[in-house]
Each structure stands twice: as C-alpha cells, then as structure tokens.
C-alpha cells in the first residue's frame, strides 16, 4: 500500500511563502511525475499548479511562473512545492498526485494525498 502525506500549508498573510511537502511511503518501485494540485473554494475542479517529471523537468501553470518552484528529492521520495510572493487568490486547497510504480506488483497507479490548506489573507 502506497500513502501521500502532504505537510507545510497554513495561513499567511499577502505577499508571505509557504512551503509544502509531500512524502510518498509504502511499497514503492519508482516514481514517475510529481505534481500538485489545488481546487479553490467554490470551485469543481481541481487545476494544476505544477509538474515535474522523473528526468526533473517542470510544468507551471501560468498563474504561478515565477513565484512557485516545484522539486523532489527521490532518496526521500518527497516532493515539494515553494511559494513565494503569495496572493489572496492562492488560496485553496493543495493537493500532491503522484505516479508510482509499487514495489509489490509492478504497475504503475496514480495516488493522492489527503490535502493541505492554504489560506492567504490580504
């Protein structure tokens, strides 16, 4: 069994960073892409933030370039996601996605994790 546990979110005001973690446990083979997620208040669908793949290259929504950085560390199967100069419509809730391929049966599946919150005050 494979578990995302996401750490980091919280309140801050305007302007403020936060960085949030995601640690992926279990039986694990590898992981492939990394990504995290956020659906606003009020909102369906979740959108993606940002991507990066086994190889380390990166995706960014538009809305974020410049200000969020996304990276792993494969020896902690961990990966997080920096966010600088946050706005009051950052706020949401962060959820890690990640493709893993289990130890146990050898295919890959998309798991989730729990979420965090985060929540920006002007």
């Known amino acids: 069994q494979v578990q995302l546990v996401e750490s980091g979110g919280g309140l801050v005001q305007a302007g403020g960073s936060l960085r949030l973690s995601c640690a992926a446990s279990g039986s694990i083979f590898s992981i492939d892409d990394m990504g995290w997620y956020r659906q606003a208040p009020g909102e369906q669908q979740r959108e993606l933030v940002a991507l990066i793949t086994s190889g380390g290259s990166t995706t960014y929504a538009d809305s974020v370039k410049g200000r969020f950085t996304i990276s792993r560390d494969d020896a902690k199967n961990t990966v997080y996601l920096q966010m600088n100069s946050l706005k009051p419509e950052d706020t949401a809730v962060y959820s890690c996605?990640?493709?893993?391929?289990?130890?146990?049966?050898?295919?890959?599946?998309?798991?989730w994790g729990q979420g965090t919150q985060v929540s920006v005050s002007s």
């Open positions: 996605n990640a493709a893993i391929k289990s130890a146990t049966y050898y295919h890959t599946t998309r798991y």
